[in-house]
């Protein structure tokens, strides 16, 4: 079975300054991940996703991620953080054989300092 | 297409009552998911449907709750009687399989308070 671990809990950042948040996943064969994004009171909002090929993909909102099988991570990356970034931020992964369900990580909460 | 849509957005009833929550998922989507988000249980998966076939419900928490899909536009959640440990935010989502796109759209959710 497939696992996510979010290291971090809560990050606080600065506006302006760069952001990385961690993902670390447990799969035996290639997983797909994903990242969403959930502001206050909202649903959650596709980031971006990996399925196969360049390891470093781009998403909405300024925000890429990068593939990296031998650490087994999926971190995500933002260079400059916006006040409108702060939400909750989840890593989740899935495998064919699971169907179309996801493991989903247990969050990290980005708060920006203006 | 609208998105995931459910209602009601908001729902507060009193102990020992039934909850009905709704869910109309994206037009075309053959899977349905159901979640409960709390602050100390996070995001739960508590069922999910492929093709209005329930495939996995280890995640619904009692006998309490249940789920049906009678058909491809439509999905219920249904907790009889409620308790005040209930409360929280339940999202429907739905995704397809076809084409190899497994991410799953969300609802808004339905916040759910049981008093």
């Known amino acids: 079975a497939q696992s996510v671990t979010q290291p971090d809990i809560h990050i606080t950042v600065s506006e302006g300054a760069s952001l990385e948040l961690r993902c670390n996943y447990s799969?035996?064969?290639?997983?797909?991940l994903f990242w969403y994004v959930q502001s206050p009171g909202q649903g959650l909002q596709l980031l971006l996703k990996?399925?196969?090929?360049?390891?470093l993909v781009q998403g909405i909102k300024g925000f890429e991620a990068e593939f990296k099988r031998s650490q087994s991570s999926f971190n995500l990356r933002k260079p400059s953080v916006h006040w409108s970034d702060a939400a909750e931020y989840f890593c989740?992964?899935?495998?064919?054989?699971?169907?179309?369900?996801?493991?989903f990580g247990g969050g990290t909460r980005v708060l920006v300092k203006p | 297409d609208a998105g995931v849509i459910q209602s009601p957005r908001h729902e507060v009833t009193e102990m020992g009552q039934e909850v009905t929550l709704r869910c109309k998922p994206i037009?075309?989507?053959?899977?349905l998911f159901w979640y409960r988000q709390t602050m100390m249980r996070g995001l739960e998966l508590l069922i999910y449907?492929?093709?209005?076939?329930?495939?996995?419900d280890s995640g619904m928490p009692e006998d309490r709750f249940s789920a049906k899909m009678p058909n491809a536009s439509f999905s219920t959640l249904k907790i009889q009687p409620s308790e005040p440990r209930d409360s929280a935010v339940y999202f429907c989502?739905?995704?397809?399989?076809?084409?190899?796109?497994?991410?799953?759209?969300f609802g808004p959710g339905t916040r759910l308070t049981v008093t």
């Open positions: 989502a739905s995704s397809s399989a076809r084409g190899l796109q497994y991410e799953q759209y």
């Open positions: 799969y035996g064969a290639t997983p797909y």
């Open positions: 990996y399925f196969s090929g360049d390891t």
């Open positions: 989740d992964v899935g495998a064919r054989a699971a169907g179309n369900k996801l493991t």
């Open positions: 037009s075309g989507h053959d899977y």
């Open positions: 449907f492929n093709n209005n076939v329930p495939i996995d």
